[in-house]
């Protein structure tokens, strides 16, 4: 079992979490959010309320669009189910675990606060992301 200080260490290799105080950090890690999926279970489905997103700690996500031409595959340190969340619209694509993955849950609502309470732009902290999962569906097609 991993211990706090483990979760915290891999939760702050994502660059949203990085300039947030280890303080803040460990108040926020709640183990209960943490856990493992086994390769090929589904994360996720399209169509589905997007409440969550997800910080792969360990492993590979395959991200699946509906015309099965587009996939994309996120692995450590990335988020998956990001963009949904910030456009406030149900899931666009089926998130897939390509691997066995460890993950970190979270919701909506703890987003926000995270957000408000350490000026962080989401937007500006999730645009990298979107450009490279843009760049590397741009180039499957």
């Known amino acids: 079992m991993m211990s706090n200080q483990n979760y915290l260490k891999l939760v702050q290799t ?3 979490f990085d300039s947030i105080s280890e303080s803040f950090l460990k108040s926020f890690i709640k183990p209960k959010n943490l856990f493992t ?4 279970s589904l994360i996720y489905s399209f169509g589905d309320e997007a409440k969550d997103i997800y910080l792969i700690l360990e492993g590979e996500v395959k991200i699946k669009f ?3 031409r587009n996939i994309s595959y996120k692995s450590n340190s990335d988020f998956v189910g990001e963009k949904e969340i910030l456009e406030k619209t149900n899931r666009v694509s089926f998130a897939i675990a390509n691997k066995d993955c460890k993950l970190y849950r979270i919701d909506a609502e703890e987003l926000n606060n995270l ?5 962080v732009k989401l937007n500006e902290a999730f645009n990298p ?3 490279e999962v843009t ?3 741009e180039q499957l097609a």
């Open 14 to 16: 994502n660059l949203l």
């Open 37 to 40: 999926v086994r390769e090929g």
């Open 66 to 68: 509906c015309d099965n």
């Open 115 to 119: 957000s408000k309470q350490n000026d």
């Open 129 to 131: 992301i979107f450009e």
């Open 135 to 137: 760049e590397s569906v």
